[in-house]
């Protein structure tokens, strides 16, 4: 009886410790600021997919002329995506459809781009979205940026 008490308080142990790890990364990741919720979904085809397949929960940072993407769900303390504001194309802008609306927050956006010829969607708040857009408008002198 004492082992099965000892295995279960360790199970639970384990699972408050990766919990509390799990935090701590979303406050590291936040705490340099500018930092927003949003879904990507990358190397899209050119027709449309409203299965909601796809589609990855995480937060952007900003960080000078990159946005640095982070997998919600996972415990790695690096970006799993960095889009540089000199290769981003934007595309067209489009609202959830299908599934894609069980799948992405409710007052997501969805804004298509190009980054260095591959196409992806990242799904956003309208705020977000503005914000994006007013970032890579602002663009220093010189700089290729296709805000269409």
Do not use: H
Not at 22 to 49: K, M, Y
Request: glycine share 10%; proline share 4%.
């Amino acid at each position: 009886m004492f082992l099965v008490l000892l295995v279960c308080g360790l199970v639970v142990a384990l699972l408050v410790v990766g919990l509390v790890v799990f935090a701590l990364r979303r406050r590291l990741i936040q705490r340099s600021g500018g930092t927003f919720d949003c879904s990507l979904r990358w190397d899209v085809t050119e027709e449309r997919d409203p299965s909601g397949k796809g589609w990855v929960y995480g937060v952007a940072r900003y960080s000078g002329d990159e946005i640095a993407w982070f997998r919600v769900f996972s415990y790695a303390p690096r970006p799993k995506r960095i889009l540089e504001r000199s290769a981003i194309e934007v595309l067209e802008r489009r609202s959830p459809e299908g599934e894609e609306e069980l799948a992405l927050l409710s007052d997501s956006v969805i804004q298509g781009c190009l980054v260095g010829g591959i196409r992806l969607e990242l799904a956003m708040s309208e705020d977000a979205l503005t914000g994006f857009l007013a970032w890579l408008e602002a663009a220093p002198p010189g700089q290729r940026v296709n805000v269409a």
